[in-house]
């Protein structure tokens, strides 16, 4: 049992660090402070390894929390607020929303080539090859991003009005903005690894990428640590419900 005093010293420790004190935060240091202080170590530990410049861990909250799979706004608002008091830029806070975009690019990575397959097994292969104009839309792309989907080819043929405008989607954050290489595939690599996605195909891709440009494991292992933490909304949310029911019962039981 924490004493009163270790409380205040506990919630005094949460402000430093987290720079906010949330409902949720005050219900657990109520009903369970130990939790607490196991979340603010949770969720500090890459500040405090200092692995990723400060700027580098609030742009990847903002891409987490807004990601379409979790879209937590104020969170997304209040990391933006602080990536802004740690440097960035409104360039490079609209570079991470556009690389955060970057999901629509999964659907097609996992919905394409099953299409793909199945058309195989149906006998209805698509023809090959590419026209001039087409390859050098690719080779753009290529030099845009170092990188060409397994399927890029076939799309050309699939959805020929759609395929610009996709490729433009991931082209245009790769290769303009002024966020390093590496820091674009530390914001994919979270948004791809946030409790809320888990697209592993995603991971792997820019992992890879990252190490090519020069990453370290330890900041890998730090941005999966950032993507992790989304996890803790669930206390966000939950919490102060739980709180709120126990007030409504309280009362029921006084009527």
């Known amino acids: 049992m924490m004493s009163d005093a270790q409380k205040e010293a506990l919630k005094a420790r949460v402000i430093e660090t987290r720079k906010y004190w949330h409902p949720f935060h005050q219900a657990l240091l109520d009903l369970s402070p130990d939790y607490l202080e196991a979340y603010l170590g949770y969720n500090h530990a890459p500040f405090e390894a200092a692995n990723l410049d400060p700027k580098v861990c609030e742009l990847i909250y903002v891409a987490v929390d807004g990601s379409v799979t979790h879209l937590y706004e104020s969170g997304m608002a209040r990391h933006m607020g602080f990536a802004r008091k740690a440097g960035a830029t409104d360039e490079e806070i609209m570079e991470t929303i556009q690389l955060t975009m970057l999901t629509t690019h999964l659907t097609h990575d996992t919905g394409v080539p099953i299409l793909l397959d ?3 097994r149906a006998g209805k292969a698509l023809a090959t090859g590419l026209s001039p104009e087409e390859q050098a839309a690719k080779d753009a792309y290529i030099a845009a991003t170092g990188d060409w989907p397994s ?7 699939l959805a020929p009005h759609f395929v610009k405008s996709f490729l433009a989607y991931r ?6 903005g002024p966020l390093p290489a590496k820091v674009k595939e530390f914001i994919c690599l979270a948004v791809c690894a946030a409790p809320t996605m888990l697209h592993e195909a995603g991971m792997r891709r820019h992992i890879r990428a990252a190490l090519r440009h020069g990453a370290t494991p330890q900041e890998i292992s730090d941005v999966l640590q950032l993507a992790s933490a989304i996890s803790t909304h669930t206390c966000t949310f939950a919490v102060p419900a ?3 029911t126990r007030a409504e019962a309280e009362a029921e039981t006084d009527d």
């Open 118 to 120: 199945e058309m195989e």
């Open 151 to 157: 399927y890029g080819d076939a799309l050309f043929r």
């Open 171 to 176: 082209a245009i954050p790769y290769g303009q």
């Open 242 to 244: 739980l709180v709120a």
